[in-house]
């Protein structure tokens, strides 16, 4: 990290690159992140005395200008790129870019992280100090958040698998296996897929592969990660001084169940909810329409966009189930009013689809907790007087 007097400051090229973002401008992107390379990657006496030529490309023949490189590498990844990602998505939140700029800008991002790539690529030659995957969870398309972890492993000089989204459990397990690699590292950022990521942390372990988990989904400080019996970084750099320990392979057994990390399911409420969630929906949807009369109007589109959310919210209460943890559904429901709030639509419209749930689901007590706790959430107790 720099602070604002640093000349190899990255605030400029962060200004540039939102702009070039905006505009989807594809060629402006790579140009500042070319830039951005090229000004972090200096010797500091340089950058405060000199000004380098355009055109004068730093050579791996240079030990301590690969090295610089590569640490340039790094910031450019994290302290560039992925703030313009996240800022993206706060912008899509707020309402304030489209679905479909925000998936042009994460293109020109992907685009970006690529011309990293292959400029620090030179940087690299002959270093390899062990190989590693890293790969999504099944279900997951956020694969953005794992190139960028596997990108800076490599400037780290891991050899990296990037296997990208989705990746059927079975397949990432015969593939860790086939490569002999020493550890595996999963990313998650949607917690619905958080029962599937289980699966695979314990599919790995039995084969005695080692899991590194990451991402949002597995929650604040990776508490759900820990649940799993996971190891858990924060970031990339945390990966790297994790790995560099090298994490001790488990022993091959038969992949756990989940019962045995997660006693709590033994109460079935989890899975009670997964098995009846067309159900659940089913009747959410006609709750609400009673409860919220002007749904009666909607469009066939509206119509389908309130049955996924209705969707969506079952999908957290279960997983909020399968963690045991109310936190991860208030969170969830904040999110969702956040959205929603900023499109104009009252978040109160959320409440009569909590209570329809809560009363399909009277009869589990861990699922009404979890309802009560989300809609305290929506409904806060008025501030005192005066
Ligand atoms: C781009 C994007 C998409 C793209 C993904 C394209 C791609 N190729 O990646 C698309 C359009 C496909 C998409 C889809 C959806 N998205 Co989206 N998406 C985003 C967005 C804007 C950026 C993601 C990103 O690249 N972040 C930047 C990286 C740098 O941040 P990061 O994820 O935190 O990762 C860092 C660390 O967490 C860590 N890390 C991550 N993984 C790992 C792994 C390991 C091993 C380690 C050590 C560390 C680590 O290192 C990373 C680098 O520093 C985010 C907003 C955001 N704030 O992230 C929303 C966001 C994640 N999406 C969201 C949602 C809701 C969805 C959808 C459900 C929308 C929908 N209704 O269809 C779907 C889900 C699809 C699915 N099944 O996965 C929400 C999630 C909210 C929530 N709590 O669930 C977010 C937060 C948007 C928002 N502001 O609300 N999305």
Request: glycine letters at 6%; hydrophobic letters at 45%; aromatic letters at 4%.
């Amino acid at each position: 990290m720099t602070d604002g007097k640093d000349v190899r400051s990255l605030a400029e090229p962060r200004a540039q690159l939102w702009q070039a973002l905006g505009e989807c401008d594809e060629t402006r992107a790579v140009a500042v992140v070319r830039g951005a390379l090229h000004t972090a990657g200096r010797a500091p006496a340089a950058a405060e005395h000199q000004q380098v030529p355009a055109g004068v490309h730093l050579t791996a023949q240079d030990t301590a200008a690969a090295g610089r490189l590569r640490a340039a590498g790094e910031r450019v990844l994290l302290e560039l790129i992925a703030p313009a990602q996240e800022r993206v998505g706060l912008a899509w939140a707020a309402d304030d870019i489209t679905v479909a700029q925000e998936h042009a800008a994460t293109a020109i991002s992907e685009r970006c992280v690529a011309a990293v790539a292959d400029a620090t690529a030179p940087a690299l030659a002959g270093r390899s100090v062990g190989r590693v995957v890293v790969s999504c969870v099944d279900g997951e398309w956020h694969s953005l958040p794992a190139r960028l972890v596997g990108e800076v492993l490599r400037l780290r000089g891991w050899r990296v698998d990037q296997l990208g989204a989705q990746v059927p459990t079975e397949h990432l397990v015969a593939y860790a296996r086939r490569t002999r690699a020493q550890a595996v590292l999963l990313s998650s950022s949607i917690p619905t897929l958080l029962p599937g990521a289980h699966n695979a942390i314990s599919s790995c372990q039995a084969a005695g592969i080692p899991v590194l988990a990451g991402g949002a989904a597995f929650g604040p400080q990776g508490r759900y990660a820990r649940l799993m019996r996971a190891e858990w970084a924060k970031d990339a750099p945390d990966a790297a001084t994790l790995l560099g320990r090298r994490p001790t392979p488990p022993g091959a057994h038969a992949a756990r169940l989940p019962d045995l990390d997660l006693p709590h399911l033994a109460d079935q409420e989890y899975t009670m909810v997964r098995r009846t969630r067309l159900q659940l929906v089913k009747q959410t949807l006609a709750d609400v329409e009673e409860g919220f009369p002007e749904t009666r109007h909607y469009s066939e589109r509206q119509l389908e966009r309130t049955v996924e959310d209705i969707d969506f919210i079952v999908s957290h209460l279960a997983t909020a189930l399968y963690v045991d943890d109310p936190d991860l559904f208030t969170t969830f429901i904040t999110w969702t009013a956040d959205i929603l709030a900023a499109r104009d639509i009252p978040p109160r419209c959320l409440l009569p689809a909590l209570d329809s749930l809560r009363t399909q689901l009277k009869d589990f007590p861990r699922a009404v907790g979890i309802l009560t706790a989300a809609r305290g959430v929506l409904t806060p107790p008025p501030a005192p007087p005066g």
